[in-house]
């Protein structure tokens, strides 16, 4: 099957799915033109300024999806597992996944959706997201009560197990971690 007969299947599933407004989240496996992630894991919350969303998986399936790599980000944008978020200088965004994992990613910032796998009455759910520069926040949600929740920086990979941590990633490489403590 050629490329473009992919792109038609792959945008056929996609009409008539209506990305569905209950989003299917779970997701796993390995990503190939037989075998895309179609189903949404996250939703866009807020946008200021410039924030682009680019899903890797759509563009190999030739597939339309909102937030190609030169539409803006808006609030309501779905997102999936392999996609991209980047923020320009003046750019912030915020994720809610699916397990109620929140991230707000600030300006000049970049992050990855490497891996999001959850089933609400699961005990093996996993997520993986890499962030490469920028400001991050943000909120765990169940997966990593019920699973795995990793968070890879490029000095390290961060096991997370239910709580509420800030990444600064800086220009000269180094990465500053601090966790909020909640008062009693």
């Known amino acids: ?41 996250g939703k866009v919350m807020t946008v200021t300024g410039s924030a682009h969303i680019e899903h890797p998986a759509a563009i190999l399936a030739q597939a339309n999806l909102p937030g190609s790599a030169n539409a803006p980000a808006k609030v309501g944008d779905l997102v999936y597992r392999g996609d991209i978020v980047q923020t320009g200088p003046d750019g912030a965004l915020s994720i809610t996944f699916a397990d109620s994992s929140s991230f707000n990613v600030s300006n000049n910032a970049k992050m990855e959706v490497n891996d999001f796998v959850y089933d609400p009455n699961g005990h093996s759910n996993s997520s993986l997201v890499s962030l490469t520069k920028g400001t991050f926040t943000f909120i765990a949600g169940n997966i990593a009560h019920t699973g795995s929740m990793k968070v890879d920086t490029p000095v390290g990979t961060m096991g997370i197990r239910g709580t509420a941590p800030r990444v600064e990633i800086r220009e000269d490489g180094t990465v500053r971690f601090s966790t909020l403590v909640e008062r009693k």
């Open 1 to 41: 099957m050629n490329a473009r007969a992919i792109g038609l299947v792959a945008g056929l599933l996609l009409a008539a799915n209506g990305l569905s407004a209950n989003l299917a989240w779970a997701q796993s496996g390995t990503k190939g033109p037989a075998d895309l992630d179609v189903n949404p894991i």
